[in-house]
């Protein structure tokens, strides 16, 4: 059989609660991209507060829930990649880590997802001498958090194709991509831009979800982001020819998403003097 380069996905929009993941059904996704608001960073209290979750546990509890719902939509053998960070901040005992990614670890296997080997994003620093701590003598000072996390997870079992399945053979990736990606530190991929229009987003760079969806998803599979942000995932999966579906509970986020996909759908549909039959000259 032919092999088709893939063509542009089709995206999904759905203002709504990570949670509950509304209208995804059960089974329906075959590969989770995303990365929450992580507990414990100055950006997010607000967000976490008025979700009533004022403290570490209660806010990776509302997270659970997410991974959850996640599992619930996710097909047997589908993947769950989380991007998250760890976080600095003082207690009554003074400076500490609060460990997101080891907590996300624990709640993701405590709700039945099989833990896979994860990836480490050594994020470019523009300050490469910033340093937690005063001076030079020990044993005071703290080592600093330059890597996020890519936690990896399979819901149950192997996925199996049949023997010589084309969307399969369509979405092979080459050594030299294997070679980058499959490899445990991943310094190589900038930070996006954290703005748009003045307002901070959390967005990640465009190649974390690219290799991710090229790593864990075939041709035509349906890629689910439930912390759906700035689309970044939703994009790149329309891109590689991976159907989208993007949760977002902020309403104005959700309007500029919808006016992406209809853009997106408009510019993928053959205009009507292309689709027209040609007259002969
Ligand atoms: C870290 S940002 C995701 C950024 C995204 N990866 C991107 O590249 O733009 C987290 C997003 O989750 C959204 N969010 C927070 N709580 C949510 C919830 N309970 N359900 C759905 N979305 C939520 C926030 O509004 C924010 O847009």
Redesign the pocket.
């Known amino acids: 059989m032919a092999l088709e380069a893939p063509a542009g996905g089709r995206v999904r929009i759905i203002e709504?609660?990570?949670?509950r993941l509304p209208t995804v059904g059960d089974g329906s996704v075959d590969l989770v991209v995303?990365?929450?608001?992580?507990p414990m960073i100055p950006m997010w209290d607000a967000?976490f507060d008025r979700?009533g979750a004022p403290d570490f546990e209660t806010r990776h509890l509302?997270l659970d829930s997410?991974w959850a719902a996640c599992r619930r939509a996710l097909r047997p053998g589908g993947i769950l990649a989380i991007n998250i960070g760890d976080a600095l901040r003082g207690d009554a005992q003074g400076f500490r880590l609060w460990s997101n990614h080891a907590r996300v670890m624990v709640g993701c296997e405590r709700l039945g997802f099989r833990p896979l080997p994860y990836l480490l994003w050594k994020k470019p620093t523009n300050r490469p001498n910033a340093f937690l701590g005063s001076g030079f003598d020990p044993p005071n000072a703290y080592v600093t958090l330059d890597c996020e996390f890519i936690l990896l997870f399979r819901n149950g079992a192997l996925r199996r194709f049949p023997k010589g399945d084309p969307r399969r053979a369509v979405s092979r990736y080459s050594k030299a991509d294997r070679d980058r990606w499959f490899s445990q530190v991943w310094g190589d991929v900038r930070a996006?831009r954290q703005e748009t229009e003045g307002r901070r987003?959390?967005?990640?760079p465009p190649e974390l979800p690219e290799r991710l969806i090229r790593m864990f998803s075939v041709v035509g599979d349906t890629v689910l982001?439930?912390?759906?942000?700035?689309?970044?995932?939703l994009w790149a999966a329309s891109r590689l020819g991976r159907d989208a579906v993007g949760?977002?509970?902020?309403p104005d986020?959700c309007a500029a998403l919808r006016a992406r996909a209809d853009r997106l759908r408009a510019a993928v549909r053959p205009a009507p003097e292309d689709a027209a039959p040609r007259s002969p000259r």
């Open positions: 709504g609660d990570a949670a995303t990365s929450p608001p992580y967000a979700a509302l997410a996006a987003t959390g967005a990640f982001d439930p912390f759906a942000g700035t689309g970044t995932t949760v977002e509970i902020d986020l």
